[in-house]
DNA sequence: GCCCAGGGAATCG
DNA sequence: CGATTCCATGGG
């Protein structure tokens, strides 16, 4: 429920239900219990560990991040969060709708997109693969009714079917050069880039800045991110993002 | 009606 | 270069 992925939601129950990694899963936590319904053990093991990033350290990441005093209050705040390692075309195009739009619509532009292009399978559906997408012009995109955004969805589907977008770089070089990579698709600009490196490509230095991580930084670090949390900025920026929309809040 | 939302392209100086 | 404007849509 912190904007990075678009498909879970929170029951009344205190459960999370969703869909990830083609199937439906749902969640709850109980003190240190976590109980998982809807896929069997053996697949959360392999799939599900490391889309959650529970294969990762984060009481030493935290710990470092504590460095700094303001940053250590932000981590506080809400210990439990972790960034996601999804899907790197699902996050890309869930990102292209997020421009100039707020979470609960882009949650709602993504489930329709769903709706319409994505595999049936028994009770949901599946996140549209790059061929279905790419087979469309701007104009199918109607009921979706993402505006603008239309046309920037089917360059990035087809650019990416035309095997444009080297999945190597953006995995593997330079955070400027995978930036780069992303941006020669129509309606990518840094944010977008920023968001899909971090959330779809495990890119942890990548640090995106949107409206709310800007009246943050003002606010929080008018000089810039401190040094002991630079190689984890991006995750320092999950925490900020956070922190930001619960005590900066203007809606929702 | 106005303002804003996990921005970016097009245009202009 | 930087600054401004427009872009669809829906909620507050």
């Known amino acids: 429920m912190c904007g990075q992925c678009f498909r879970f939601s929170l029951s009344e129950s205190g459960s999370f239900s969703g869909v990830a990694l083609g199937r439906r899963l749902t969640l709850k936590q109980e003190d240190d219990i976590l109980s998982v319904e809807g896929i069997s053990r053996e697949v959360f093991e392999r799939e599900y560990i490391p889309y959650f990033s529970l294969d990762m350290d984060y009481a030493a990441i935290k710990e470092q991040l ?4 303001t940053m250590k209050r932000i981590v506080a ?9 999804q899907p790197l075309f699902e996050t890309l195009i869930s990102f292209i709708l997020s421009q100039n739009n707020n979470i609960k619509r882009i949650a ?9 292009f994505g595999e049936k399978k028994n009770d949901f559906f599946d996140f549209p693969t790059p061929r279905s997408l790419a087979v469309l012009s701007p104009e199918h995109l109607g009921e979706v009714r993402c505006g603008f955004r239309d046309k920037y ?8 079917m035309a095997g444009r977008i080297d999945g190597d770089i953006i995995r593997h070089a330079p955070l400027y050069e995978a930036r780069q990579e ?5 309606g990518v600009g840094p944010k977008v880039a920023d968001c899909t490196l971090l959330f779809g490509a495990a ?16 606010e929080l670090f008018p000089s810039g991110l401190p040094e002991s949390a630079k190689p984890y900025a991006g995750i320092a920026q999950q925490y900020i993002f956070h922190y930001a929309r619960q005590h900066l809040k203007r809606n929702q």
């Open 66 to 69: 504590s460095d700094d005093a």
């Open 77 to 85: 705040h809400s210990p439990g969060i972790r960034v996601l390692r």
């Open 108 to 116: 709602g532009l993504v489930e329709r997109l769903c709706i319409c």
């Open 153 to 160: 969805v089917v360059d990035a589907a087809q650019k990416w």
């Open 182 to 186: 992303l941006m020669k698709i129509h």
């Open 203 to 218: 890119r942890f230095d990548a640090f995106p800045e949107d409206v709310w991580i800007k009246r943050a930084m003002k």
